[in-house]
């Protein structure tokens, strides 16, 4: 619509040629999933050039804050996050921060999932489908609706996708009175513990805080006591060790108690699916068949 050029990496969509390419094309604009940015910001701060950056749109999983802010103090790129599925098209919210809003918190709103697009309606709602209100606690699946949002599949009415007009994402999260976003799982990951909701992307975002760690994915595994409890799937950057109760200690003070995981697999990489993402179900898959490395510590606090 503007006349920019469109540049598309094909298959070369890793780290090294991608960045190769940006820099070859003085690209000012770039999106991926969160993982590539990752793969990116582990590669030699001298071999890559990323100064025709202006901003980076990340999206198709959450952007944890210390990724946000990585980039913004080691590269001086901004990065946004984007938010939607295929069915809308793909993008229903953005994280622009408010226009006169407070500098020092750009990153805060950069980290949520942002706010719908012009034209959008979003909302969250209860197990019953009832409306919860948007003050940025209560929490429960996020619906859409608008004039590029599917309302239907073709030739699969699907009806427990859709309820009175909106697209039931799958998507569990909270939207303030602003209207921003903040997606804290989706249905099928969140871990029910105790009959309470432990939500994997917080924690997963809590433990890439350790600068040891370079990449986690945490699922959820059968309990006997709790129903379900997490496990943490990690992979570390290399030349360096940690051990779980070291990442328990981590953990205190930024994420409850009863979150902390005593379930703990350090591998070589986390798998991925087609387009980049964490593929959890592989792990649920991988941990159910006994394949999984696990290494059990501490216990689950009841506060």
């Not at 050039?49 to 901004?78: C, F, N």
């Not at 009832?130 to 940025?136: A, E, I, N, S, W």
């Not at 945490?218 to 992979?235: F, M």
Request: charged share 25%; net charge negative.
């Amino acid at each position: 619509l503007v006349g920019a050029d469109l540049l598309l990496p094909n298959r070369f969509a890793q780290a090294a040629p991608l960045a190769a390419f940006i820099a070859a094309e003085r690209a000012t604009l770039a999106a991926a999933v969160p993982t590539l940015w990752y793969d990116v910001l582990g590669l030699d701060p001298e071999s890559i050039d990323l100064s025709s950056l202006r901003t980076i749109m990340a999206g198709g999983a959450a952007v944890p804050r210390s990724l946000i802010e990585a980039y913004e103090q080691r590269l001086g790129v901004r990065v946004l996050q984007g938010w939607g599925l295929t069915e809308t098209s793909p993008v229903a919210a953005l994280s622009y921060p408010p226009k006169h809003g407070q500098a020092e918190r750009a990153i805060e709103y950069r980290a949520t999932a942002g706010r719908p697009l012009g034209g959008v309606d979003a909302r969250v709602v209860d197990d019953e489908g009832k409306v919860l209100p948007r003050d940025g606690r209560a929490t429960g699946e996020i619906e859409v609706r608008g004039p590029w949002v599917a309302a239907a599949y073709y030739k699969d009415p699907a009806p427990e996708k859709f309820r009175d007009g909106w697209l039931r994402t799958g998507d569990v999260g909270r939207i303030d009175a602003q209207g921003f976003i903040t997606i804290s799982d989706r249905v099928k990951d969140v871990v029910k513990s105790g009959g309470e909701w432990i939500s994997t992307l917080e924690l997963e975002s809590a433990i890439l805080t350790h600068p040891a760690v370079r990449e986690v994915a945490v699922i959820a595994v059968p309990d006997e006591r709790w129903g379900e409890r997490p496990l943490a799937c990690v992979t570390l950057v290399a030349g360096q060790t940690v051990s779980p109760e070291e990442l328990r200690a981590h953990l205190t003070g930024r994420v409850v108690r009863w979150w902390v995981p005593e379930q703990w697999v350090f591998v070589d990489e986390v798998p991925r699916t087609s387009v980049g993402k964490h593929d959890k179900k592989l792990l649920r898959e991988r941990n159910a068949a006994g394949s999984l490395p696990v290494v059990t510590t501490g216990g689950p606090s009841a506060t």
